[in-house]
């Protein structure tokens, strides 16, 4: 450990491992395997390039990381030679000529880290590479990352990654560690058993993201609700906005680009030439928001992302919080908004329905539906409700949307009953069922056209709900079908049914409550504000003096300058955390460097001269 505290000062800038870090390192570097399960800006890969680094350097070779995307090895790979350290990655970017040298360096013992997908690292050629390094004693580390994709209960789940467990088999000795920042029990489970980690040291950090705010509200417009919250609360800053098609991403993207936000859309049907570009502009260019499937964002390392939105609800908890994850990586102030509404509940039950996965497979499904249902609906701390979901206790955050605006609640048990009494006297009279409109309008005594074609109105059901809003009872309508008191057909009219489970609201045995709807705040949150009790607040920029800010803005301008140089993000050149230092401290010579979190000792001769140019007043040009 003395060697890996040595490492991560000199080559990373940092005096001290964070949290279960120095834990994880001390495991590997004796030889242990190692499942690590740690929050998305929580360091995990440092995890694994601290023992590389330490090992190459003791003469055991190369280790191996197993990366889904091609962008995150480009990133990582880049960043690690800005740090000094010796990586590449193979992948189907590079050209014969290109993967042939990659192979030599190899062989020869020239790398420190090296990357690949799944699907290059089992075929026959690769595997005849790791066995003549592994003859040789120069085969020291396998790290898997985003190791959740080995199950299919995960919400990215990749067949390629089953057959990772040749690694064990065929090379027991080499140590292994499998990362990821989101699994489940069931997950969790998936990845021992596949992964053949049953004797691995599990290392379970807090899910917790202090800085992240979760708000989650109705959708009733949702492109304006998007675009208030944007220009209200992050008008200029990066973000990503997720949506389940391709046409509404299109659409969102256009709508947010004419009216002046910097947006640009990402989906599997763009041309991959255009889809990199974008992804491109995200990484490099400031205050880009990226309007996505979720085919966009694993391995996204941007740190500075300010908000993740949900025009449409995920899947289940997991793909959520993984997706949420992408925001405030730096630890600064970040949100997590999502809207959603009674046709996102019945769109994600008819998925489940509708596929032609086994019955078992398709309960644990309606299992996870249920789960991030009930942290839409819930009135209590989101925060706590998330973390419970994982195993983790926690107490109310203080920086949600219920925490901050404790949200109104009325007993729904009597219009529960009146609602489920409205199905079942609509489906008895008339020989058929019907969908929520139709439903609700009968409730709410309106006597629309089809209402009095069938002779509804004469129901005694018939204006019993008036005096609650269509709103209201669709809120309802959505706690009765998380709770599967009512059934959704998969008939294409969405048509209403009760199960089983509406016996015991009808009896009076089980009671409900229900949501007010609230109307949003008039206008954007002080940034910082509202941060969770007994959290340290993240700094930023508002913090620095008139002469700081000056410091900074110069620093990020130099910045944007050598990352343009070398085609990579800046934050891979130095995060916005290491120059907000550097504008603080003001240092005047090279060794006032020393110390600054995120200066190593490459960079400290790369760039130590360049900065103290900036902080001077001079105007060098770009390395």
Request: glycine share 8%.
């Amino acid at each position: 450990m003395e060697h890996a505290h040595a490492v991560l000062e000199e080559v990373f800038g940092y005096a001290a491992f964070r949290g279960p870090q120095a834990d994880i390192v001390a495991h590997v570097l004796g030889g242990g395997d190692a499942l690590v399960l740690m929050p998305t800006g929580g360091g995990k890969s440092l995890c694994y390039q601290v023992p590389a680094i330490v090992k190459h350097r003791a003469g055991q070779g190369v280790s191996v990381v197993v990366s889904p995307l091609i962008a995150l090895m480009h990133d990582q790979v880049g960043a690690l030679h800005e740090a000094g350290v010796s990586a590449a990655f193979l992948n189907s970017s590079l050209s014969m000529d290109e993967a042939a040298q990659v192979e030599k360096q190899l062989l020869r013992d020239e790398l420190t880290l090296l990357y690949a997908a799944p699907e290059r690292l089992t075929t026959p050629r690769f595997l005849a590479l790791l066995d003549s390094l592994h003859e040789r004693g120069l085969l020291a580390l396998f790290a898997i990352d985003e190791a959740h994709c080995v199950s299919q209960w995960g919400h990215d789940f990749r067949p390629e990654y089953r057959n990772l467990s040749v690694l064990h088999e065929r090379y027991p000795g080499v140590p292994r560690m499998a990362l990821t920042a989101t699994a489940d029990d069931l997950t969790r489970a998936d990845m021992v058993a596949h992964l053949q980690l049953e004797n691995a040291g599990q290392f379970v950090s807090s899910f917790d993201r202090p800085n992240i705010r979760y708000t989650i509200v109705e959708k009733t417009d949702p492109s304006q609700q998007l675009l208030r919250f944007i220009q209200r609360e992050h008008a200029g800053e990066a973000g990503v906005v997720y949506c389940q098609s391709r046409k509404r991403v299109e659409e969102v993207a256009e709508l947010l680009a004419r009216e002046g936000i910097n947006a640009l859309p990402y989906h599997a049907g763009l041309d991959s030439r255009l889809r990199q570009t974008h992804q491109d502009r995200f990484l490099r260019e400031d205050g880009v928001v990226v309007v996505a499937t979720i085919a966009f964002g694993m391995g996204i390392d941007k740190p500075d992302v300010r908000f993740v939105a949900h025009l449409d609800m995920p899947k289940n908890i997991e793909g959520y919080y993984q997706e949420t994850g992408r925001a405030g990586r730096d630890g600064e102030p970040a949100d997590a908004w999502m809207v959603y509404g009674l046709q996102d509940v019945v769109n994600q039950r008819r998925m489940i329905d509708e596929s032609p996965a086994g019955d078992e497979f398709k309960r644990v499904l309606r299992g996870k539906l249920d789960a991030l249902l009930g942290l839409a609906e819930a009135t209590d701390c989101r925060r706590v409700q998330l973390l419970g979901y994982f195993g983790e206790a926690s107490q109310p955050c203080g920086n949600c949307d219920n925490c901050l605006q404790p949200p109104e609640t009325l007993d729904a048990t009597e219009p529960a009953r009146m609602l489920l009494s409205c199905i079942y006297r609509v489906q008895q009279a008339s020989g058929m069922a019907f969908g929520a409109g139709h439903l609700l309008d009968i409730l709410r005594g309106k006597a629309t056209d089809k209402v009095t074609q069938y002779g509804h109105e004469r129901l005694s059901t018939f204006g019993i709900g008036a005096h609650l809003s269509e709103t209201q009872w669709r809120s309802l309508l959505r706690q009765l079908i998380a709770r599967e008191a009512v059934a959704v057909a998969t008939d294409g009219f969405n048509t209403l049914s009760l199960t089983d489970g509406a016996r015991a609201i009808l009896k009076g045995e089980e009671r409900l409550s229900l949501r007010v709807a609230q109307p949003p705040a008039a206008g954007g949150r002080q940034r910082g504000s509202g941060s969770r009790r007994g959290a340290t607040v993240p700094k930023v920029e508002s913090d620095l003096d008139p002469a700081q800010t000056l410091a900074l803005a110069a620093l990020k301008a130099w910045r944007a300058g050598v990352a343009k140089e070398h085609n990579l993000p800046a934050f891979v050149i130095f995060h916005d955390s290491t120059l907000r230092a550097l504008a603080e401290r003001q240092p005047q010579r090279l060794g006032d460097l020393q110390g600054v979190p995120g200066v190593g000792q490459k960079k400290l001769e790369a760039y130590g001269p360049q900065v103290l140019a900036v902080l001077t007043g001079l105007n060098p040009q770009p390395a």
